[in-house]
């Protein structure tokens, strides 16, 4: 594979910031990341901003079918040149932000990006929360300090933390510096992957409104941002002892299945 700054320049293109364009060249770091997602050769694969197309070919070389879908429209005509030895590739122009996941496959699929960083909040919500479908892992390269505020431990958590592993489980696979991308970005990166698990049953709009509520005031104790549940004090105490949540912790320290049983507590109260 050509350096990016090679390919962009034959189509003179030059990368967009506010896309979130920052390339990868190193071809070890790609395999690494393909690598980590564990595929197997019968799996469909969802990238989101497939660039010049280098993490693409090597998704396409150890999936069926790879559904590579890319914003800026300008790369189009150097995607279907790159990828042409690939007919498993499936090249769409959109944002993955209008297109729902579901309806780009008909059986349960990986994820696997190096994500524009602008938009990488929004893009796991919109795969992890997404109906029918979910995919059933995650393998995103994502900015370090991202990667680390979603795999925290408990004690440390975060709305991020929380949201995240509230749909499966969350760990960092390597540390990538900011010189192995082109242009070079200011920030470090990780790879971060995401195991998604089957749900137990829970309240899925309840659940995010509790944990928003709790982490709406950091330094506030759990028992005084769910006021903002209009229940009666003692209704809100009543029913975190019922869980044995001592209402006076604070939400970084509470864990996933906590604020689950939180969620089934609060289910017959509020809507
Ligand atoms: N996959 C390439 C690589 O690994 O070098 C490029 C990754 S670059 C960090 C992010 C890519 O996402 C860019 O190609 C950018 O144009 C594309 N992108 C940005 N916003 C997008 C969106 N909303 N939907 C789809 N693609 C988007």
Known sequence: ???????????AIHPKKSLGQNFLFDDSLLHKIVASADLDPADHVLEIGPGVGALTGVLAQAAARVVAVELDNRLLPLLHEQLAP??????HHADILDLNPSDLFDRPYAAVANVPYYI?????RHLLSNKPMRPKRIVFTVQKEVAERMTAPVGKM???AVSTQFYGTASI???????????????????????????????E????????????????????NLRALQLGDDVIAENMAAVDIDGRRRAETLSVPEWRALTAQFATLVG
Do not use: C
């Not at 709009?205 to 005084?224: D, H, T, V, W, Y």
């Open 1 to 11: 594979m050509e350096h990016p700054r090679k390919l962009l320049e034959q189509h």
């Open 86 to 91: 690939y007919p498993h590739v499936e090249l």
């Open 120 to 124: 990488t909040g929004a893009i796991m």
């Open 158 to 160: 975060s709305l991020l």
């Open 173 to 203: 696979v390597s540390h990538i510096s900011a010189g192995a991308f082109w242009p070079k970005p200011k920030v470090a990166s990780s790879i971060v992957r995401v195991d998604v698990s089957e749900q137990p049953p829970v309240n």
């Open 205 to 224: 709009k309840l659940f995010f409104r509790l944990a928003k509520a709790g982490f709406s005031q950091k330094r506030k104790q759990l028992k005084n």
